[in-house]
């Protein structure tokens, strides 16, 4: 799982108060300019770079674990969970790959997991999400970001708006499927992080997502993100 031994400090989590900022596509790297809002940390502040997590890893990963001893942690296989992830939901329109070098992977909920304009999911996708919940359930050792994306269909801050409710309302539902919300955070990236540059509404929903980023952590990162801790 571990190809690389990238972790963000605090200073990779600037605050946003209110104004514009660059964030990083979680999916190429690409550096734009967005408007984000961010649940469940406590504001409104930088996330979803490139091979790390909203807020940064450390602390979060110590949320996740409690007071566990990090002996708990070893073992692990990510390829394992793709593959049921990929096996339970195929049919679906969910899409998983890896990113971050194999140190993590995007689950990719379709357009139709929204009805247009809503941020209510549709019943006929709570199978396959439930079937993600689930796995995430069995697989406990990750810590997890949810980020929504609209397409250019009607103004920009209804889009932004969109994209943060959407993502909210998939993080709840994954909390409402017995997911600890100690290892969730939501980030809304509105019209910002395009799949595809169009505006014929035909490819548009390529652009209608919600992406669940899974960060998965060993033996390795618990033990030096509670010494970090000062646990």
Known sequence: MKKSKLILSS?????????????????????????????????AVLGGLLGGAIGGKTGRIVGAVGGAAAGGYVGYKMDQQIKEIKEQTAGSGVDVTEVDGGDAFLVNLPDVTFATGSASISPSFQDALDSVAASLVKYPNSIIDVYGHTDTVGSASFNQQLSERRAQAVANYLISRGVSAARLRWQGFGETQLRVQTRDNVAEPLNRRVEIKVIPFDEQDVAEAQAAQGN
């Open 11 to 43: 200073v990779a989590a600037l605050s946003l108060v209110g104004t514009s900022a660059c964030v990083t596509d979680p999916n190429t790297g690409e550096k734009k300019v967005s408007r984000t809002a961010i649940g469940g940390v406590g504001g």
